[in-house]
């Protein structure tokens, strides 16, 4: 069974930038599609960012298109998320996700995953 810790959340102001990590026990990280979701205060948690298990297909909710970047590392077991041009409508809770699937895809509901993490706070100041 693979687990989900999340780091690299803090405070920052409007235009900055942070680098979310995912780190992932278990040696099957590979075989996982992974995604990045967020939850805002008064809001519901929405979709940010997905990658396939081999990191070559990968989808973004329109609003970070072009600011964030989801890669991953297999070898590291780890999966990452660069948000540049940060607005203070990013604030929210960040949380990662797996789903073991051997097909390339990425996956964008939530209800498609079944592995979570604790999730890492940002920030963003305005």
């Known amino acids: 069974q693979v687990q989900l810790v999340e780091s690299g959340g803090g405070l920052v102001q409007a235009g900055g930038s942070l680098r979310l990590s995912c780190a992932a026990s278990?040696?099957?990280?590979?075989?996982?599609?992974m995604g990045w979701f967020r939850r805002a205060p008064g809001k519901e948690r929405e979709f940010v960012a997905g990658?396939?298990?081999?990191?070559?297909?990968?989808g973004y909710v329109d609003s970070v298109k072009g600011r964030f970047t989801i890669s991953r590392d297999n070898a590291k077991n780890t999966v990452f998320l660069q948000m540049n041009s940060l607005k203070p409508e990013d604030t929210a809770v960040y949380y990662c996700?797996?789903?073991?699937?051997?097909?390339?895809?990425?996956?964008?509901?939530?209800?498609?995953?079944?592995?979570w993490g604790q999730g890492t706070q940002v920030t963003v100041s305005s």
């Open positions: 996700a797996g789903k073991q699937r051997y097909a390339l895809v990425v996956l964008t509901t939530s209800r498609e995953y079944d592995l």
């Open positions: 278990g040696r099957t990280f590979s075989s996982y599609a």
């Open positions: 990658i396939s298990r081999g990191g070559s297909r990968t």
